[in-house]
């Protein structure tokens, strides 16, 4: 999983609890630091909606030219809600956004 973010944004426990869902993180990244070529050992991208937009469109584009499943996230370790899509360590996160890019693979519809 790719993750564009400001360095050191996430927690060492969310890293771990992706780890120990059979998913490694690469980054977090900054937008200038996205290189298309990341993305052939990635089942996704996650992009933090702190993001400048300016700087995230250019990477949208190209991740829907290529139909890469991507997914707009809260960077929150905070339990398990009904909101966003939050990129924390709780299970439940992290099934809502793997579920959510595996229906992006099937049906190309993007969050």
Same mark, same amino acid.
């Given at each position: &999983?790719?993750?564009? #973010?400001?360095?050191?944004?996430?927690?060492?426990?969310?890293? %771990?609890?992706? =780890?120990? /869902?059979?998913?490694?993180? $690469?980054?977090?990244?900054? !937008?200038? /630091?996205? =290189?298309?070529?990341?993305?052939?050992?990635?089942?996704?991208?996650?992009?933090?909606? @702190?993001? !400048? !937009? %300016? %700087?995230?469109?250019? $990477?949208?584009?190209?991740? %829907? =030219? &290529? #139909?890469?499943? +991507?997914?707009?996230?809260?960077?929150?370790?905070? @339990?398990?809600?009904?909101? !966003?899509?939050?990129?924390? /360590? +709780?299970?439940?996160?992290?099934?809502? $956004?793997?579920?959510?890019?595996?229906?992006?693979?099937?049906?190309?519809? =993007? +969050?």
């Amino acid at each position: &999983m790719i993750v564009i #973010a400001t360095p050191g944004s996430l927690s060492s426990a969310t890293v %771990e609890a992706w =780890r120990q /869902s059979g998913i490694e993180i $690469i980054g977090p990244l900054l !937008p200038e /630091s996205f =290189r298309p070529k990341l993305l052939h050992c990635a089942i996704g991208v996650a992009i933090d909606v @702190m993001e !400048p !937009p %300016e %700087e995230v469109f250019p $990477i949208v584009v190209t991740l %829907e =030219r &290529m #139909a890469v499943p +991507h997914v707009f996230v809260v960077l929150d370790d905070a @339990m398990d809600g009904d909101g !966003p899509f939050q990129f924390g /360590s +709780h299970v439940g996160q992290i099934g809502t $956004i793997i579920n959510t890019l595996v229906d992006q693979q099937s049906n190309g519809v =993007r +969050h």
